[in-house]
């Protein structure tokens, strides 16, 4: 299966693959150094990102690590169908620290074709039960600082990290 975002800009399910096997690996890195999930959970949410990504459902990834509900870092995964100026980086970085009673918040955002029929059909094959949020995702206490992109031909995620 195929998309085409523009007559230039072609990707397929295995170049969605490619970027969320990155993704998922951020995700368990994460879970490793916080404790504040577990790694199979981990796998669970980057099972969901992937299966709503190749569906074409997700627009934005947003995972923040809370102690004692304030905000200590955070990372958001953007998609990018048109990546031909991105550059492919490897997963990881920065190790996320580990805080006394931590969270991990992960919140997705999704793109306009996400309504109420494709839900009731996606909800079935998704691992997490998925609740509507309004947490704050501007960040307001963190700073931006490194960002990586995963790419594959058309398709890609761009990562912004936010730390203290």
Partial sequence: MS?????????????IEVVMRRVTADLVMIAASTKAITEAAARDYGHDI???AKSGYLRK?????????????????????????????????VLWPKVPNPTLRIVLSYTE????A????MTPKLNINWVPSTADLSHPTLTASASR????????????????
């Fill in 3 to 15: 998309y085409t975002y523009a007559a230039t800009e072609t990707y397929s399910v295995a170049d």
């Fill in 50 to 52: 992937e299966l709503l």
């Fill in 61 to 93: 990834v947003d995972v923040t690590l809370l102690s004692y509900g304030v905000e200590q870092k955070a990372t958001c995964f953007a998609v990018n169908m048109a990546s031909g100026d991105l550059t492919m980086s490897r997963p990881g970085g």
């Fill in 113 to 116: 074709a996400y309504g109420s």
């Fill in 118 to 121: 494709a839900r009731a059909k």
């Fill in 149 to 164: 992109d995963y790419v594959s031909h058309g398709y890609g995620m761009q990562r912004k990290d936010f730390s203290l």
